[in-house]
């Protein structure tokens, strides 16, 4: 058996009798967005320590749980914490999470994250739905034996992010009168934020957000045949567009302005996929 299979096979089975309810959405809260999971009902948690062989969340701000439970009536699982490339994890163990809540029964994959913003109309507070994305020098978490149980060997990434969620994602900013923007997002390795001239090229390649997570999780996620959506919140403009040096303490106090808007679009789009 691939191990890397088998220690999700194991992990799994330290949680199953918890999971009291099959989740449709699968949700990873990036920084500053983790008090989201406030919004769901009949809350179970299950800790990251208490699964067998899980790595556990170290960034600042992200908790290290899994939230279960409903939206609107929607059975729904959270993380409220997710594991970064640069906390020094294998890139198996960085998708782990992902791949454990497609085993849990999730079909459909939202991916938020707080990033920079790299295309010049953008401003802070805006929200991006992702329509693609471009890495960075990080690795493909496919990289080695196959997980036959989950895919094909190589698997076609033409649309990784579902245009009718994407569609879905419009359609809930409409009607909560939310301004969003669409564009591709690009993941690096981080931890330290991009220089000026890093940037420039991101922009000549055509990225129009910056971010250390999302795309290694999406494609784990579309090797397993799950449905895709993403959004960023652009946090602060990316290294060089600013007068003034990137922290990490402005990455969490903008998510912290914007969190109500990106609260509304994603319980009104959660409720929506059941229509």
């Known amino acids: 058996m691939n191990s890397i299979y088998d220690e999700l096979i194991k992990a799994y089975e330290s949680i199953k009798d918890k999971i009291t309810a099959v989740p449709k959405v699968a949700l990873v809260l990036g920084t500053g967005l983790g008090d989201f999971a406030e919004n ?18 170290t960034a600042p701000g992200h908790v290290g749980r899994y939230v279960l439970g409903y939206i609107g009536g929607v059975p729904v699982v959270a993380m409220q914490g997710r594991i970064h490339y640069y906390e020094g994890y294998a890139m198996d163990k960085v998708v782990m999470p992902v791949r454990l809540m497609k085993m849990m029964g999730a079909e459909i994959l939202v991916l938020t994250n707080a990033a920079g913003g790299i295309n010049k109309s953008f401003k802070r507070g805006d ?30 990434m033409t649309e990784v992010y579902d245009s009718d969620l994407r569609n879905l994602l419009k359609l809930c900013a409409m009607k909560n009168d939310i301004s969003i923007k669409n564009g591709v997002y690009l993941q690096v390795t981080g931890p330290n934020y991009e220089t000026p001239t890093e940037i420039e090229m991101y922009r000549k390649n055509g990225a129009d957000a910056v ?17 895709i959506c993403g959004v960023s919140c652009i946090t602060n403009l990316a290294s060089g567009m600013a007068n003034k040096p990137l922290n990490h303490k402005e990455v969490e106090e903008t998510a912290a302005v914007i969190s109500d808007k990106f609260k509304r679009l994603i319980i009104d789009f959660v409720k929506m996929t059941e229509e």
């Open 40 to 57: 769901i009902d009949n809350q179970t948690i299950i800790d990251y320590e208490d699964i067998e062989g899980f790595p556990q969340s």
């Open 211 to 227: 971010g250390m997570s999302t795309a290694c999780e999406a494609m784990a996620a579309n090797h397993m045949g799950m449905k």
């Open 127 to 156: 929200l991006m739905i992702i329509n693609d994305h471009i890495t960075s020098y990080v690795p493909s978490p496919l990289v080695g034996p196959n997980i036959d149980e989950f895919g094909e060997r190589f698997p076609d």
